[in-house]
């Protein structure tokens, strides 16, 4: 045997070996083994493909939200540019109009006040909230799970909700 060859062998214990070295241990063939790398890279594939459409989605998702934000924004942001001729108290609920050439204000008084007559198009009544945001008055019935969304959520984290 030549030095060479001599090097390639396994020199641990024989359950350590990379290749069979009793000849009764179990035969393995080039196919059976090309079948099983054929079936393992596959499988890895497979997972791989469906944790990258996992992360896809997540994507579309964090942009829809992201969308929703600064549309949200944007629509706040009209709203705070609107004129007031008053100063704006959080908790009380305004009424906007637009004028002709399309710039908007806000006024104390709701269309029932003119009347159902204003002299202006009503395009909306808004509560100012504490944090300068504006809610739209039909939304203004709707009630607020987030308190319980957030008490779950820190349930089921194991940690105590603060009530």
């Known amino acids: 045997m030549s030095e060479q060859h001599k090097a ?13 070295v009793s000849r009764l241990a179990p ?3 080039a196919p059976e083994l090309a079948e099983e790398l054929a079936r393992a890279e596959s499988m890895l594939s497979a997972r791989t493909s469906a944790k990258l459409r996992v992360i896809a989605d997540q994507i579309k998702a964090l942009q829809s939200e992201a969308r929703k934000v600064l549309d949200e ?3 706040e942001q ?14 009380k609920i305004y009424h906007l109009y637009r004028k002709p050439d399309g710039s908007t204000f806000f006024s104390m008084l709701s269309p029932q006040d003119w009347n159902d007559a204003p ?4 395009a909306g009544s808004f509560r100012l909230e504490t944090d ?23 349930r089921i984290g194991g940690l105590p909700a603060d009530s």
């Open 8 to 20: 390639l062998l396994h020199r641990g214990d024989a359950r350590t070996s990379p290749y069979p």
């Open 27 to 29: 035969a393995f063939h």
């Open 73 to 75: 924004a944007h629509d």
């Open 78 to 91: 009209a709203l705070t540019r609107a004129q007031c001729a008053f100063k704006r108290i959080p908790g």
């Open 119 to 122: 002299p202006d198009t009503f």
């Open 132 to 154: 300068y945001s504006w809610t739209p008055a039909e939304q203004l019935d709707r009630p607020d799970d987030t308190g319980e969304l957030v008490s779950d959520l820190l």
